[in-house]
C-alpha cells in the first residue's frame, strides 16, 4: 500500500481485509459516485473510528442519546474550529471523556454502533467494485478508546444486510425520514391511539434510525412495521437534511476562560491495582479533589492504556498476578514518555526491603495500605505541583 494514493478498487472489501493484515495506520477514505465520502480511521490494523455519509450530525446526536442519556445535547456548544478536522465527532467524544462526562465504556458502545452503522450505509449507498478509495498516514488518531475488527464489521454488515434485502427493504434508506400524507386513509384502518402515535412521531422530522432509537426497538422491524403503509402511499419516505451542532462564538467565552481553565488542565491520574475496592477508594478521593481518574484492574493490560491515556501521575500496586508493580514500573522508565512521571507504589507490605526495590526499579515515592485520603492527596501534591501542574483543592464547581 502507497501513502495518498487514489486507486480504483475492483473490491472495496478487499482493501479493508488488506489494512487489517498489514496492521495499517492512517486513514481510509472511501468515496462514491455521487459525492458521498466515509472515512476509516485505523490503528495497527484495527479500526478506532469511522465518520462521513448523509447525517453524521445526527448520527453523533442519535448515538449519544441512546448511549448516554445524561448528556444534553442541547446545552453543548462547540466552537466553529472544533469542526475543522475530519474526526470532530471523536475528538467530542474524547473532550467529554476528559471533562469526565462519559466512561469509556459508554465510548466503546458508541464507536463499535458507529462502525456498524457506517458499513451498513456503505454497503446500501455504493456499488463495492466502483469507487475510489484512498489511503494516507498524516492523519492518525493518537490516544483510541476502542479497536474495531474490520473483519468482524464487514461479516455482521453483510448479515445485516442480507436480512434488510430478504424482508423487502432493498430500497428503503434507514436515514429517509417518513411523513404522513393520507392521514384521513390511516384513520379508517388503525385505533385512534395508534392514529395519535404515528401522528406524532411520522411527521418528517425523524429519520427511521431516530424513530427506532424513540421506541426502543431496532431500526428493522420499525421499518418493517411502516412498509405497508408506505406501498399505499400512507406514508412517504422523504430525504431531511443533517442537524449540525451549535456553534458558539469563541469571544462570547472569553468571560468564562479563566473560571474554566482548573477543569480543562485537571490532571489524570492512574491506577493500576487489581483490586476494585482499592480502585474505588481512591477513584472517589481524587475525583472529589477535581481531578480526573483512570483504573487498569488488569496488570497485562497496563502498559497499552497508560499509553494511551498518559496520565500525569500513576498509583501502581505492588503485588497482581501475571505481572508485579516493580516489572510494570520497570517497563513505564524504559518509555520516554514516562521518564519522569510520578509512579506511586501502593503495598500492603510497607518493608524496608520493598522500599529499596521500589527505589531501584525507579518508583517515585511509596504508599502503604489501607488508602488514607490525606496521604494520597498529599503525594498527588507533592510531586504534581514539583512538576509545575496546577493542583486546586475542590471547589464545588463543575
Not at 400524507?181 to 385512534?192: F, M
Amino acid at each position: 500500500m502507497t501513502n495518498s494514493e487514489t486507486i480504483e478498487s475492483h473490491n472495496l472489501l478487499n482493501e479493508f481485509k488488506t489494512c487489517t493484515q498489514f496492521q495499517y495506520n492512517g486513514k481510509l477514505s472511501v468515496k462514491n459516485s455521487k459525492g458521498l465520502q466515509w472515512a476509516f480511521y485505523y490503528r495497527l490494523g484495527r479500526i478506532v473510528w469511522a465518520t462521513g455519509g448523509t447525517h453524521p450530525f445526527r448520527r453523533w446526536r442519535r448515538q449519544m442519546a441512546q448511549h448516554c442519556p445524561d448528556i444534553d445535547l442541547e446545552k453543548i456548544r462547540c466552537r466553529s474550529e472544533d469542526f475543522a478536522i475530519d474526526y470532530w465527532d471523536y475528538n467530542l467524544l474524547d473532550i467529554l471523556y476528559k471533562r469526565q462526562k462519559i466512561q469509556r465504556e459508554q465510548i466503546h458502545a458508541i464507536v463499535e454502533n458507529t462502525i456498524a452503522e457506517i458499513f451498513f450505509d456503505l454497503a446500501q449507498e455504493v456499488d463495492f467494485s466502483a469507487v475510489t478509495y484512498n489511503l494516507s498516514q498524516d492523519v492518525v488518531l493518537d490516544m483510541p478508546m476502542s479497536f474495531t475488527s474490520a473483519d468482524m464489521s464487514i461479516k455482521m454488515m453483510q448479515d445485516s444486510w442480507a436480512i434488510w434485502s430478504q424482508v423487502g427493504l432493498a430500497n428503503i434508506s434507514p436515514n429517509s425520514s417518513p411523513v404522513l400524507r393520507r392521514p384521513e386513509h390511516l384513520q379508517k384502518i388503525v385505533s385512534p391511539s395508534v392514529y395519535k402515535n404515528f401522528a406524532n412521531l411520522i411527521n418528517g422530522k425523524y429519520t427511521l434510525r431516530e424513530l427506532s432509537v424513540k421506541m426502543k426497538q431496532n431500526v428493522m422491524p420499525v421499518t418493517r412495521s411502516l412498509l405497508p403503509y408506505i406501498l399505499k402511499g400512507i406514508i412517504e419516505l422523504i430525504e431531511v437534511p443533517d442537524l449540525p451542532l451549535q456553534v458558539t462564538d469563541a469571544s462570547n467565552n472569553n468571560s468564562r476562560q479563566t473560571k474554566n481553565q482548573v477543569n480543562r488542565i485537571a490532571p489524570l491520574i492512574a491506577c493500576v491495582d487489581d483490586s476494585p475496592l482499592v480502585c474505588k477508594m481512591l477513584e472517589d478521593i481524587i475525583t472529589a479533589n477535581g481531578l480526573r481518574f483512570t483504573k487498569v484492574q488488569d496488570a497485562i493490560q497496563a502498559l497499552p492504556v497508560l499509553i494511551q491515556e498518559k496520565p500525569d501521575l500513576i498509583f501502581l500496586d505492588l503485588i497482581m498476578p501475571v505481572a508485579s508493580g516493580y516489572e510494570i514500573c520497570t517497563q513505564l522508565r524504559r518509555i520516554p514518555a514516562f521518564a519522569h512521571t510520578p509512579v506511586i507504589i501502593l503495598t500492603g507490605n510497607d518493608g524496608l526491603l520493598d522500599r529499596v526495590r521500589a527505589k531501584v526499579v525507579g518508583s517515585t515515592d511509596f504508599i502503604s495500605k489501607p488508602i488514607v485520603a490525606d496521604r494520597v492527596m498529599g503525594v498527588i501534591r507533592k510531586y504534581l505541583v514539583a512538576q509545575n501542574r496546577l493542583v486546586v483543592e475542590n471547589t464545588g464547581e463543575s
